[in-house]
């Protein structure tokens, strides 16, 4: 009787102290069956640069368990235990399974029944079973437009009680959240370096070798360049890459040699090895990671709209200031993308829809604010008034804007609560209803606008989506881009612009 009165007590002093003990206190903040289970992941993470990691599935029976976790659940869903900082505006989280997008893009939520602030990272709709020993459930970790998010698994995951940074408490579901086996992987320290040679070393080192991530202008509609939050984010990616593989491979760097230096369109980072010998040891590794550290700028597919007109390349050579002329060095190493508009089958139609032939433009970066409630958010797009292209006298010439029609999926009807127009000089947002085009059409219009050239000039389009979809999702493409045809008031002229997000 003391011992629940006791209770009692301390339960009421805790709410009189506004504190709130949690149903779940530790991970994975819910009610399963831990083990045993068919499935668990291997203990050691592949690291492949550039943000990426990959955890591998085991998919095997225990020996004499007949269970419904041992012999009869599915793999539906991955969670992790991360970081509340990590859960930022549109971060930027991507998975895939044995090298597949995942059908459900990955996410970052709050557990509501865990500790205050418990946050987890959820890869879910996997499609896994028990034939699928050995699959690779991949994610890659990115900053989102305004250079926040977690890019390590140092950063991302709160490792369990005594372990250190980059261990992951990782938890796998099936369909009906019976079952839930908890693994504690993470990626393995790199070995210490073997002993030095009792021989003296070579001095100044013979090896200097440099990556350069570079931007080169063709004619892009709208400039870019790097900023300082993608400097920080993509030098700390090289460095860890190239220490890691040094020490995997008993490359002996110069200590403190890294060196760091970031431009507009160049970004460079360069290394000293004590010979050409420990330098090239890592050349196998420069052959295959150079692609990775060009995807820092590109991402793995089509680049981002904001890039197109620019040839993105990352480059390992000496260390100069001629990219075309680099002095020698002990590793080279080369991987090039020049980004374009793809080819989409939109608007549904007949105008002319080249770029830059009317003097209305949209800016090719999309940003999120608020929605009117709590369950939406804001999608927005930012126009731009530009000298137009005079191959079309007519659409040169124009002087008003009289609608936007975005490449939208018509089956998302229901997920759109309404659009959001600011023209410029506007002291507030207007929002109207949405209007459709004929089903099979994908068309989303934004009408009428009937915006003057002043008007246009930093106008904003904002589209206010429920939170139970996402823009990559809405828009057609399936993709980080929304396509959009910016019509004249004859509707003769429709140039298409694209905007990444």
Sequence with gaps: MLLIVGILVASLASVANGQVTPLY???????????????????????????????????????????????RADLKKVEIDVRPACDVSNAVIKATVNGVPTKVGAGLYEAPDGPPGATILRLTQLGLGLGSDGAEICITLGLNKNGQGCTTLEQLCVPPPGLPAGVCSTALFDSQNDCCPVDTPGVPSPPPPPPLS?????????????????????????????????????????????????????????????????????????????????????QPFIDTQVVFWRQLVTGPGDCPAFLNGYTVTALVGGDGSDLNNLPPSCLHGISTQGCQPADVDFPKCKCVTRPLTTPFALRPAVTTLPGRTNKTTL??????????????????????????????????RRRITGIGLQPAGSPAMKFISTSWGSIGEQTLKATPLNWSKAQADGATICLELDNSTTLSSFCYTNSNTCWANLFDDTKNCCPLYSASF
């Design 25 to 71: 206190p530790n991970f994975p903040y819910c009610k399963c069956v831990k083990s045993p289970s068919a499935y668990s992941l291997s203990p050691t993470i592949k690291s492949l640069g550039g943000g990426q990691y990959c955890f591998t599935l085991s998919a095997k029976v225990p020996p004499g368990c007949t269970s419904y976790c041992c012999s």
């Design 198 to 282: 009792p021989s003296p070393l070579p001095s100044p080192p013979s090896c200097r070798a440099c990556v350069y991530l570079n931007l080169t202008p063709n004619n892009p509609p709208f400039p870019y360049e790097f900023t300082a939050a993608q400097c920080t984010s993509y030098t700390n990616s090289i460095i860890a890459d190239v220490t890691t593989q040094a020490g995997a491979v008993g490359a002996r760097l110069l200590p403190g040699s890294a060196a760091v230096s970031c431009g507009p369109v160049v970004i460079k980072v360069c290394f000293s090895f004590f010979s050409d010998e420990d330098g090239a040891l890592l």
């Design 379 to 412: 999608y927005c797009f930012t126009l731009a008034v530009v000298v137009p292209i005079r191959t079309n006298a007519v659409c040169a010439d124009t002087t008003s804007l009289l609608k936007v029609e975005f490449y939208a999926d018509d089956n998302q």
